[in-house]
């Protein structure tokens, strides 16, 4: 019996340190997730500021080199859209971000969200509600945005 | 020696591992590329036949159930949308997919492309010419869509 007590407090001993273990890890998981979110909604104002600055060299950091984006225009790479930016007549006067929402799945990251935005295309308002994807891949620490589509919400 | 010879063996299963896990996105289209490819291309076409024949089944199978739509009529869950479509939210008279396009990272895949849609539905969807990108995650050895969005596009 006398041997018993010391296993079993053994036991408890390991099950209890196994389990401050488990708990500690979740906690962690959760902080690390809650963190991954935060950098990624950091990174979308970074866009908007981008896209409202037509700072192609901050916008061009956000995107991997094979990023594709699909919108009402069509696709475009990222060369094609970091020219468009400087050259087309696209401007963006204000973006409010309505909705976001963050899922990461290992190193990819889906984003997706509402905005309402103050905008123009060669002169033709193009202001609205737009409803967005954006897929991130994390490369060498840094995430990068791998594809993007928008979608102007319209009424029934 | 044993041990040196189990530590290299180990740490090339390792490496192996993590090869594998690599992006295929883009590098040489290798077998398993094309048939990732073949694959997906299959997939969005029985997709789209489900859609084109309300078979919920499929979809049920083919939308995750955190899987979430984003379109020109607001945002969508999986049961709203298999709702929807029971309930002749969805009467597609036709859809023809092209352009299709497959990267894969890992466990995640992206497929984008294009669709040609004749919609008669109840939410008056439009008609025309669309762009499309569908997220999809193997979870227990199965693909399923995670994210999807879709765009007309204004040149119609």
């Known amino acids: 019996m006398k041997r018993c007590v010391p296993a079993f407090l053994l036991l408890a001993v390991a099950v209890s340190l196994a389990s401050a ?24 104002h970074q866009w908007a500021d981008a896209d409202k600055n037509k700072d192609a060299h901050a916008l061009g950091q956000l995107l991997a080199d094979d990023w594709t984006f699909l919108g009402p225009a069509g696709v475009e790479n990222k060369a094609q859209h970091l020219a468009g930016l400087k050259t087309g007549g696209d401007k ?24 309402h935005e103050k905008s123009t295309n060669q002169g033709k308002d193009t202001s609205g509600d737009y409803l967005w994807t954006d897929v991130f891949v994390k490369r060498q620490g840094h995430w990068l945005a791998i594809n993007s589509q928008d979608t102007p919400v319209t009424t029934k | 020696m044993r041990q040196t010879l189990a530590v290299a063996l180990f740490a ?19 077998s398993g590329t094309t048939s990732l490819q073949q694959m997906f291309t299959k997939l969005e076409n029985e997709w ?36 929807d479509l029971k309930s002749g939210g969805g009467d597609l008279e036709f859809e023809t997919l092209a352009d299709i396009k497959v990267r894969v990272f890992g466990d995640t895949a992206v497929v ?16 025309g010419h669309y762009v499309w990108t569908d997220v ?21």
């Open chain 2, 112 to 127: 984008t492309g294009t669709a040609e849609q004749k919609n008669s539905d109840k939410n008056n969807t439009a008609s």
């Open chain 2, 12 to 30: 090339a299963i390792v490496i192996s591992f993590a090869a594998g896990q690599q992006e295929n996105s883009h590098g040489k289209a290798s």
């Open chain 1, 21 to 44: 273990q488990v708990h500690s890890e979740s906690k962690k998981a959760t902080a690390n997730t809650s963190g991954v979110e935060e950098e990624l909604k950091q990174l979308e």
């Open chain 2, 136 to 156: 999809f995650v193997k979870r227990h050895g199965q693909w399923q869509a995670v994210n999807s969005q879709d765009t007309l596009m204004s040149q119609n």
């Open chain 2, 48 to 83: 789209a036949k489900a859609d084109n024949g309300k078979d919920t089944a499929v979809l049920d199978r083919i939308l995750a159930d955190d899987w979430i739509y984003l379109g020109a009529h607001g945002t969508q869950t999986k049961a709203q949308h298999l709702a």
């Open chain 1, 92 to 115: 963006l006067e204000s973006i409010t971000f309505i909705e976001m929402k963050v899922r990461v799945l290992g190193n990819i990251a889906i984003v997706t969200g509402r905005e």
